[in-house]
């Protein structure tokens, strides 16, 4: 089986709104909001879902956290994990100029594989493939995090070469909570 990443496109819709009604959301901060918010959007305008997954330049409009707080959106990406249908999705956001983030982004990359197809390679393969695309920007190394009870993240990101560097408190617009913050350098 080929698990590849694909740019979003609307032939891929129908698998990613099949997979937000069985109860999977691309987000782990707050998954079912995001799922509601994802069907409410590709039920409006389909196309402009699609665009919005898609915004290297930081054009979109500003983010809200989930304490409220307003900040600016970061150069970033949204890829679908694709073996013929919807496995998942990853995002990679960066800062020009720098492999820094700032205080409140968790980390350069985040995925979610739906659970029918966890346990079989799909966030391994994914991340990889994401990591020859942050070396192709330049940057110096990715950050990743995870919570410390997530051990099959963990052995994904330390399978890509990944290293702890910290077990920290997530920003206060996150709820604070205890995470595991890994290093994979490029």
């Known amino acids: 089986m ?29 998954p079912e909001v995001t799922a509601r918010e994802h ?5 409006a305008d389909p196309l402009a879902f699609i665009e919005s997954l898609d915004d290297p330049e930081a054009k979109g409009p500003a ?7 307003t900040v600016p959106r970061l150069p970033g990406y949204r890829r679908f994990i694709w ?5 998942g999705s990853i995002g990679f956001r960066w800062q020009e100029g720098t492999s820094a983030l700032p205080s409140h982004v968790l ?9 029918w197809k966890r346990g079989h390679g799909y966030a ?3 991340l990889a493939l994401m990591l020859d695309e942050a070396r192709a920007r330049g940057l110096d190394y990715v950050e990743i995090t995870a919570q410390p009870d997530n051990v099959a993240s963990h052995k994904v990101i ?3 070469g990944g290293m702890l560097l910290e077990r920290f408190l ?8 205890e995470s595991l913050r890994f290093r994979v350098d490029l």
């Open 107 to 115: 980390g350069h990359i985040g995925y979610a594989i739906v659970p």
């Open 39 to 43: 069907l409410a959007a590709i039920a």
């Open 158 to 160: 330390l399978a890509n």
């Open 2 to 30: 080929t698990i590849e990443l694909v740019k979003p496109a609307l032939e891929h819709l129908p698998s990613y709104v099949d997979a937000l009604q069985r109860g999977w959301s691309p987000d782990n901060v707050q």
């Open 63 to 69: 983010l809200t956290l989930p304490d409220g707080t």
């Open 124 to 126: 391994t393969r994914a």
């Open 170 to 177: 997530e920003d206060a617009a996150y709820g604070g909570a």
């Open 83 to 87: 073996d013929g249908e919807v496995a």
